[in-house]
Each structure stands twice: as structure tokens, then as C-alpha cells.
């Protein structure tokens, strides 16, 4: 019988419900130890209790008052920015990995196909946010061609895809996406923009990704693209390029002014994506609440087959 890690979800809602229901149909190392809210009639408690899985609607002290809590090795927290900071502290203390799905930015920010086998060790990382797990996979494959001065991203969701912890955490969404384009995407300066599309029937979740860089290998960017499309891929099946990448030359007599930079000349890349979910709990329209649990879910089963590895060597 396959060994498996259990894990904990803090927060029972959309995020939430979502994600457990990934661990439960598709977890590989992985398994379910406890959902924890603070609405005892919440609909991802209710579903959770009808599965099997332990709850309790006493939030983090609630999780930690369990019996069995000493087994659960992995918590991911699907709450906000300002509650993390509170349940952070308390989990590491008891020596529990951390995967951050809010905008608090604690530990180092993660994006599997990019830089996840160099934080396994990091007692909290962090999912950067929603735009951040589509869009810088594609900063990072153009600035694996060429030195990357600015990357701009714009996350356009369905409206009706965006509940009260997106809304809640706008700012930190465009701060958090920002910095982590430049930390994790290799950009000397980058910029975050979030859409709520209230269009009926609700669309999917599209990504506008413009890169300006040095001079380089059109081909050769382009298929770096592609490249890491596929990577993605392999965890979110619905994530996918809508049209070929677009390609402009900035010459030096007319260059671009970049905030903070200045005027810049090079390679302009256009970069069009579409993310649709895998409807598990959520409407396939919300991509861009899947790309966050899918994400989520790929870090936690590197870090459960890590650590069953270390267990058997």
C-alpha cells in the first residue's frame, strides 16, 4: 500500500473545498487529516464530515486541540494574509510544513516548474496568488533566453469567480504578483493587474504576460514557451497558450520608458494564456482558483515524497 502524508486545510471555503477534493480523488502521497473553518455550517465542513475527513469549526486552535494532530505533517492555509501570520507561528512551532495560499508572503515564494526543489527544506512557502502561478512561467521561460527589464501581467477572472478573500486582498495581489514576477521570474521590474470580469456567461481565466528583454532568438523564446506551457500542464491540465507568441522590436531611437528603469530598447513578447479548472468543487470558469489548489497540491506532493524518500533511506 502506497505510503501517504497527511495534511491539514485551513479554510473551508471555495479554495478549500477544492483542494481537498483533488487530495481526496488524486492524492499520491498525500492524504486527509483535518478540515478546519470557523462556519460550522459551512458547505466545505459539511462536505468534508459527509467524506470522512476529521473537522473542526474552531479554527487553528481547534486543529491543534485534535487528537490526532501530532500525525499531520503539512498544513496549507487557504484563509487571508492577515490571519496567516497568526496560524504561521503556530504550526511551525509544532514543527508542521507550511504552504501559504494567501498573499502574506512569509516564506519564499513558489512556482513548481521554476524553483520548488530549492525551498523543500523552508518551513512556509508561499503560492505567490492566482495571476502569479499562471503568468510567471512565462516570464521565467523568456528570461531563460534573455536578460528580462520588465515584465508586465494582466489577470483577467470572472467576477463571480472572485469571493470575499480575493476581493479582500486586491492590494496585496498586485504586490505580491509584482515582486514575485522579479524574484521568481527573473525580471528587473515587474507589474501586477488583476481584472474581475463581470461578463455573463462568466469567462475563463485569460492572462496577458508582455515581457521587454534584450535582443534575442524569437525561435528560440518561443519554444521556451512551450516548453514550460507543458510543464504547467502537468498539473493543470486546462492551463494552455491561446494563440502563437507575438514578437516586437523596440529599436534604440525609439525606445520604451519603463517606471523605475528608464527608457529601454530590445525584444517586446506577448505571451496569451486561457486557464480552465478542472470543475472537481469549483465551475470550470474559475481557472483561477484551480491553478492556486492544483499548485498547492504539486508542492505538497513533492514534499510528502521527500520526505517518505528520507523515511526509507
Request: proline share 6%.
Amino acid at each position: 500500500m502506497q505510503q501517504r502524508v497527511k495534511v491539514a486545510i485551513i479554510g473551508s471555503g471555495n479554495i478549500g473545498t477544492d483542494l481537498m477534493i483533488k487530495i481526496l480523488r488524486h492524492g499520491q502521497y498525500l492524504e486527509m487529516g483535518a478540515m478546519v473553518g470557523i462556519d460550522p455550517a459551512s458547505d466545505g465542513l459539511a462536505r468534508a464530515e459527509s467524506l470522512g475527513v476529521p473537522t473542526t469549526a474552531d479554527g487553528i486552535e481547534g486543529l491543534l486541540a485534535m487528537q490526532d494532530v501530532d500525525a499531520i505533517k503539512i498544513a496549507f492555509d487557504a484563509t487571508s494574509a492577515g490571519a496567516h501570520r497568526h496560524h504561521s507561528a503556530l504550526l511551525e512551532a509544532r514543527g508542521i510544513k507550511v504552504i501559504d495560499m494567501t498573499p502574506a508572503a512569509i516564506g519564499p515564494y513558489v512556482v513548481p516548474p521554476i524553483n520548488l526543489d530549492e525551498h523543500l527544506d523552508a518551513p512556509n512557502i508561499n503560492m505567490v496568488t492566482c495571476g502569479g502561478q499562471a503568468t510567471i512561467p512565462m516570464v521565467a521561460a523568456v528570461a531563460q533566453v534573455a536578460k528580462v527589464h520588465y515584465a508586465e501581467i494582466v489577470a483577467s477572472i470572472a467576477s463571480k469567480s472572485a469571493g470575499p478573500g480575493t476581493r479582500a486582498n486586491i492590494d496585496e495581489f498586485t504586490e505580491t504578483t509584482a515582486k514575485a514576477i522579479e524574484v521568481c521570474g527573473g525580471a528587473t521590474r515587474g507589474k501586477a493587474i488583476i481584472v474581475l470580469n463581470p461578463a455573463e456567461p462568466p469567462l475563463l481565466m485569460r492572462d496577458s504576460i508582455f515581457v521587454l528583454s534584450e535582443p534575442a532568438d524569437q525561435a528560440a523564446i518561443a519554444a521556451s514557451v512551450e516548453e514550460m506551457a507543458l510543464a504547467v500542464q502537468r498539473y493543470v491540465p486546462g492551463y494552455r497558450l491561446k494563440q502563437q507568441v507575438q514578437f516586437e522590436e523596440i529599436p534604440a531611437d525609439a525606445p520604451l520608458n519603463v517606471p523605475g528603469i528608464g527608457p529601454v530598447s530590445g525584444l517586446k513578447t506577448s505571451i496569451y494564456l486561457e486557464v480552465e479548472g478542472a470543475a472537481h468543487y469549483l465551475p470550470a470558469y474559475a481557472g483561477n482558483l484551480d491553478i492556486m489548489t492544483s499548485a498547492a497540491k504539486a508542492c505538497a506532493e513533492r514534499l510528502a515524497e521527500t520526505r517518505l524518500l528520507a523515511a526509507t533511506a
